[in-house]
């Protein structure tokens, strides 16, 4: 059943180790490399707007606009903002990313009005888009994790082999 000089602890249990590792490792290293290469996939750190046509600004709030709502002209915006804005007047959904300064950031996350071409429009943040962090450590051991379990999977069956070629040789 079993060779000779072969364990337990050899034959099962560390290819079971070499297993969690790996798995230990894949979790930990796909996180960590979506860290790494997110800002050239994703809109991370972008925030995005929506901008209410005046039809339904004056829907949503009526003429007499909200005494707590923030009010802005259009040339009190930022040119990121200002972009952001245009962009999303044009978008067949009324959203657009902020690429640049926001300096109007916590206003428009509570919604605000925006005076544009003499008209009334709600805008408001509708995705703050954050940047997954991963610990500086956690790829490069994630990495190690994963070589090591591999190691620990592939060292019973390589062991066997060498017992059997030394007996095939002896």
Known sequence: MSRRGDSVL?????????VLLVAVGIAAAVPATYDVIQDD??????????????EETTARFG???????TRFAYEDLSEAERKAFRDALNDSVGEARVDGEFR???EFLN?????YEGE???????????CFVAAPLQLPLGVFAIVLGVIGILTPPAYRTL????????
Do not use: Q
């Not at 050899?10 to 070499?18: C, D, E, H, N, R």
């Open 120 to 130: 009334r429009h709600f805008v408001t943040v509708v995705a703050e888009n954050p």
């Open 63 to 69: 003429e007499d606009p909200r005494p707590n709502l």
């Open 104 to 106: 109007h950031y916590d």
């Open 41 to 54: 996939i994703t809109t991370c750190g972008t925030p995005t707007i929506a901008v209410d046509s005046p």
């Open 10 to 18: 050899f034959t099962y249990v560390a290819p079971f180790l070499g």
């Open 111 to 115: 919604g605000s009005f925006v005076t």
């Open 163 to 170: 017992v059997s070629i030394e007996e095939d040789a002896g």
